[in-house]
């Protein structure tokens, strides 16, 4: 310390602190300690996910998940960032928060470790980007990869937003495929085929694959539909039914009107008399079916949904694993 400056305080980089010689955060509420020798000041971490809404839990788990990535940013000596970390840095969402961060490349680094799991692998030079001052592999290589490892929900929510950005096309992933194990791989080429870049959320991602694994026939997606008054509307999922009329399946990510009027600078009351009017002008030609998180994250739920509704089925349901993902 020299002349009259301030005492020594951690050395912050963006919300998360540094603890040098001599300081004690560890010791001090306002932080929360992420791994050894980083912190975060905890007010960030709270209001994170502070509004409650499913909106605000998504950005709130995005936020955990990206502040974890840079703890070991700062932890370890220019890593290279993979899998489900590389997804998080691209902006990619896939709608759930990994049980830890993933790194690839030189096979110096212990393969798990302090929340860290690294992959030993050679990477080529075209697999390897810089997102700000961090080393990442490419969309391409993650997408992959993740597809590889991972389970249909988070393989294909993942693609079909980047296929929606227009950030990636099938064959260029399956070119990557092609530049790692050969495990996993039927399964990635099953993922990137199923894929569509008409999903709009990770949860009509999530919806569409639930539908496929309990044996219901696929639906068209993104139809518009005109009612009687002459205004459209656009529903996720069209399902024939023949000799009947369609339903229209329509995933509510957000459950309550509040979050719906938030959005489209409505009051509450607005935005249900406009849910209203949308599902009377569904009416005209087909029968609407709604569903929420709970029901895709409870598949049996959803199972109830379309079945009530007269969905086709065109075989028995898939073995499902009970986790997501």
Known sequence: MTGDSEPSQPRARRELVVAEPGLRPERDDRFTRLRRGVYVDRPVVDASCADGSAQGDARGRDARYLTRIRAVQIARSRPVFARESALALHGVPFGTEPPAVYTAGGARTAKKKAGVVHSPVPLDARDVIEVGEMRVCSLLYALADVARRRGRLVAVSAIDAALHAEAVTKEAMLEALGRQSARGRARAEWAIAFADGASESVGESWSRVRVFELGFAAPELQRWVEGPTGRQWRVDMRFERPGQRPVYGEFDGMTKYG???????????????????????????????????????????????????????????????????
């Open 259 to 325: 979050e719906l009027a938030t959005r489209a600078g409505r009051t509450g009351t607005q935005a249900l008399a406009r849910e209203k009017q949308r599902d009377d002008d569904l009416l005209w030609t087909g029968d609407p079916a709604h569903w929420v998180w709970d029901d895709v994250l409870h598949p049996a739920r959803l199972e109830r949904i379309l079945t009530a509704y007269r969905v086709p089925r065109v075989r028995s349901a898939l073995a499902m694993p009970t986790t997501a993902g």
